[in-house]
């Protein structure tokens, strides 16, 4: 195979990939970022990604509103958290009040943000159980209500 | 990140809220289902959301993206040019947002999970139980669709990206 050949073939190579994945190669395939790397610095491969990174920036540009941030909290009080033991109820009772929760909020709110915890130091050795997963993610969309960038995050400064 | 999922597919925040609540209690549900064989519980949950918003999406026949409310965080801008500027941010979503609407609903949940969500094609292929060539299939023909629906504006849209730049900086 020619070399012109083979570098018209890598050129429609990059072409499907922006076409597909956009400009950027950090969202490619990581064995497409690696054949591709070599002619990213080429004038023909500059003209086939400006297109894809245009669109790119708009949808950057796009950013979800946040979510209200009550809702983890919603979720949790719908269903039903494993029963803890008793002592840990009794625990979580104490500072129900100042946390301003009703207890059952409370221990589901508290299940779900000390799974975070016993996740880090258990998860190496015992899987999760299902429930206890589908927490753990309750716990994830807690911290995306506050992570969640708005479409003004420069007005925030 | 189900949320910002949902949200893509639905151009609703109230809808999307719904779909998370209605993702949490199914997966508390069935919870003792579950087997793993093999697959991450992230591509389960996935999956589940995404169902959800695809029913809803058939049941509502189409989406209509919100528009951005007044408030919030746009109301604290001051000054003129910060006015214009959050003018122009609201409407650039919006349009982008109604663009992503009218997109066939499977290429809608490959832009969805690949781009907004930053999945891998693998894990993206995954979630929608198609090969990795078919999703890729859905991104381009999705990407052609939004350029072709953003083509009219695009002059309007890369407007003011300077602007934004020197607000985001300063």
Redo the contacts between chains.
Sequence with gaps: MSKTSTSIERLEALS?CC????ADPA?W?AEMRASLADILVTDEAATLMA??Q??????N?????R??ED?PR??AA???VPKPPASLVDFVRSFAPALRLAPAGALAGLGALGLASGMMSASAQT?L???Y??LA??D??SL??MD?E???A???E | MIYAASYRMLGSRHAAEDAVQETFLRLWRNAAKWRPQGAKFETWLYRVAMNICLDQLRKSKRIAPEEAAPGGMDAQADGADRQDQTIFLRERRFAIDEALAQLPERQRLAITLCHFQELSNIEAAEIMEISVDALESLLARGRRGLRESLAPMREHLTGNMDDEQNININ
Excluded: C, K, Q
Excluded at chain 1, 19 to 22: K, P, R, V
Excluded at chain 1, 54 to 59: S, T, Y
């Design positions: 499907r076409e597909a994945y956009g969202r395939p297109e894809a245009e669109l790119d920036g708009f949808l540009a796009a950013t979800a509103p979510m209200s809702l919603r979720i719908s269903f039903a899987p159980t299902p429930e997963e589908a993610y309750l994830d969309l995306t209500a969640e708005g479409d003004l420069w007005d925030a």
